[in-house]
């Protein structure tokens, strides 16, 4: 009689088992489903089409700028491009791109609407660090042209620098080019004044290239400048100017120009080449 019901319970418990695994994953499946279903749940996630990005620093992200502005601009010469070995520059093609930025501003990046608020702001500022001349007018919209860029690390996109760049156009009667800022690029994240060229009323010996350079490093918050030596008089297109380099990513290094064209006045300075 024990044996019989210990069989007994043997045979309950081999049915039980087997109607678990039969019934048992799709009863647990709807259970779930009735728990997730007509419930709101709230997650967080990043923009569409905004992607990871990496937080670089201050020096890398000079380098990053500065070599996908190269992507698009090389030597201005073919007799400059015959002296210049983009192996030696650390060009590589491919490696970096320059692209207009379609999606816009997104998360607290600078709008279309506070562009040129943001570049006056910079511009008072370098003025009072003697960084651009005293005598550059303020931007007024409609005498600019303000487009949004993405630098990007093309192996890793992930290392993306977002810029504004602001164009004069002279499209007013009254708008002259002197005693104006004529191109400017500037970050999209912090308004930082990286490149620009200005007409002034200084000449080449009025400017010192060294001063202004620490104090643009300081007020981009750069690290390691060195003064660059080179024996290449085809760099420039004007024999008035001075090299400077700082640490970028990696064992790579940018190279930062202070310049002068003299005739039309215009100092320059600029981390593409």
Request: glycine fraction near 6%.
């Amino acid at each position: 009689m024990k044996k019989r019901t210990v069989n007994l319970a043997l045979l309950l418990l081999v049915l039980l088992v087997m109607v678990l695994a039969i019934w048992g994953p799709e009863t647990l499946a709807v259970y779930r489903d009735k728990s997730v279903l007509n419930h709101i749940t709230e997650q967080e996630t990043e923009s569409e089409g905004v992607g990871y990005r990496y937080q670089l620093s201050n020096n890398e992200k000079l380098y990053l700028l500065s070599e996908s502005l190269n992507s698009q601009s090389l030597p201005q010469t073919e007799q400059s491009a015959l002296t210049r070995d983009p192996a030696e520059a650390g060009y590589q093609e491919g490696a970096y791109a320059f692209v207009v930025n379609r999606k816009g501003p997104v998360g607290t990046e600078i709008t279309n609407e506070e562009i040129y608020d943001s570049c006056n702001s910079g511009l008072t500022l370098l003025k009072e660090k003697g960084i651009i001349p005293g005598d550059v007018k303020e931007i007024e919209n409609g005498y600019y042209e303000a487009t949004m860029y993405s630098a990007i690390d093309v192996l890793e996109p992930r290392n993306n620098v977002a810029v504004w760049k602001l164009t004069f156009s002279g499209n007013q009667k009254s708008a002259t080019k002197q005693n104006r800022l004529l191109d400017v690029y500037i970050d999209a994240d912090n308004g930082k004044i990286y490149e620009f060229y200005v007409r002034t009323d200084l000449t080449w010996d009025e400017i010192d290239a060294d001063a202004l350079v620490a104090e643009w490093a300081d007020y981009i918050g750069l690290y390691g400048m060195e003064e660059y030596v080179t024996e290449n008089p085809l760099l420039e297109t004007t024999p008035d100017y001075k090299k400077y380099v700082f640490p970028g990513m990696g064992e790579e290094n940018t190279i930062v120009t202070v310049g002068f064209y003299e005739g039309i006045n215009e100092l320059f300075l600029k981390i593409s080449r």
